[in-house]
C-alpha cells in the first residue's frame, strides 16, 4: 500500500487544516494512517538538539529531546479500534502525573495505556472525540514534555495517507 505525505506548516491556536485532515481520515473508516506533530524548530535550535545514534536509542532509557505526538484515526467494521493518541517525549516516568500537577489532564473519556519512560503515553480516545481537543491537547502536552527546545507558535503536521 503506498502512502501519501503531505505537511501542513500551522500556528498552535490555528489548525482548521489539520482537522480537516483528520475528518478526512477518520471519515475513510478503516483505521489507516496517521498524523505526526512536532514543532518547527529554527537552525539555532535544531542545533541544540542532542544527536542520538541508533545503538544509542536503542539503549537509551528514554525517548527523544523534542517531543513527537502521533493520532491515529479509529477503525470501524469487522475489528473495530477506537482512535489513539501518542507522545513520544525524553522527560522519564510518570508523564501523565508530572502533566496533572500542572493541570494538564487526559480529558474525560480518553483512556490511559501507557505512560512508558522510553516509548512515551499511548491513550484511546472516545467516539467522536473533537479534533480541535485533540490537537490543543498533543501540542500543550508536546510543549511541557520537552527537555531542550521549548517549542514556539508553529508546528508541522505529517499526514501520512494511505492512497485510495
Same mark, same amino acid.
Given at each position: 500500500?503506498?502512502?501519501?505525505?503531505?505537511?501542513?506548516?500551522?500556528?498552535?491556536?490555528?489548525? @482548521?487544516?489539520?482537522?480537516?485532515?483528520?475528518?478526512? &481520515?477518520?471519515?475513510?473508516?478503516?483505521? @489507516?494512517?496517521?498524523?505526526?506533530? +512536532?514543532?518547527?524548530? +529554527?537552525?539555532?535550535?535544531?542545533?541544540?538538539?542532542?544527536?542520538?545514534?541508533?545503538?544509542? !536509542?536503542?539503549?537509551?532509557?528514554?525517548?527523544?529531546?523534542? #517531543?513527537? #505526538?502521533?493520532?491515529?484515526?479509529?477503525?470501524?467494521?469487522? /475489528?473495530?479500534?477506537?482512535?489513539?493518541?501518542?507522545?513520544?517525549?525524553?522527560?522519564?516516568? /510518570?508523564?501523565?502525573?508530572?502533566?496533572?500537577? $500542572?493541570?494538564?489532564?487526559?480529558? @474525560?473519556? %480518553?483512556? /490511559?495505556? @501507557?505512560?512508558?519512560? /522510553?516509548?512515551?503515553?499511548?491513550?484511546? &480516545?472516545?467516539?467522536?472525540? !473533537?479534533?480541535? $481537543?485533540?490537537?490543543? %491537547? &498533543?501540542?500543550?502536552?508536546? +510543549? =511541557? =514534555?520537552?527537555?531542550?527546545?521549548?517549542?514556539?507558535?508553529? %508546528?508541522?503536521? &505529517?499526514?501520512?495517507?494511505?492512497? #485510495?
Amino acid at each position: 500500500m503506498a502512502i501519501t505525505i503531505t505537511d501542513i506548516g500551522f500556528h498552535r491556536d490555528e489548525h @482548521q487544516r489539520v482537522v480537516a485532515a483528520m475528518q478526512r &481520515l477518520e471519515g475513510r473508516g478503516d483505521g @489507516q494512517g496517521w498524523i505526526n506533530f +512536532t514543532p518547527c524548530l +529554527t537552525e539555532e535550535e535544531h542545533a541544540r538538539v542532542p544527536e542520538r545514534s541508533a545503538l544509542g !536509542d536503542f539503549f537509551a532509557g528514554r525517548g527523544p529531546a523534542v #517531543a513527537m #505526538a502521533t493520532w491515529t484515526p479509529a477503525a470501524r467494521g469487522a /475489528k473495530p479500534r477506537p482512535a489513539q493518541i501518542g507522545v513520544e517525549h525524553g522527560t522519564g516516568p /510518570k508523564a501523565l502525573d508530572r502533566l496533572a500537577e $500542572v493541570g494538564v489532564e487526559l480529558p @474525560q473519556g %480518553w483512556v /490511559k495505556r @501507557q505512560d512508558h519512560a /522510553k516509548h512515551g503515553i499511548v491513550a484511546e &480516545l472516545p467516539d467522536g472525540e !473533537d479534533p480541535s $481537543v485533540v490537537i490543543t %491537547w &498533543l501540542i500543550v502536552a508536546s +510543549t =511541557l =514534555l520537552r527537555t531542550v527546545v521549548e517549542p514556539g507558535e508553529d %508546528w508541522i503536521a &505529517l499526514v501520512h495517507e494511505p492512497d #485510495a
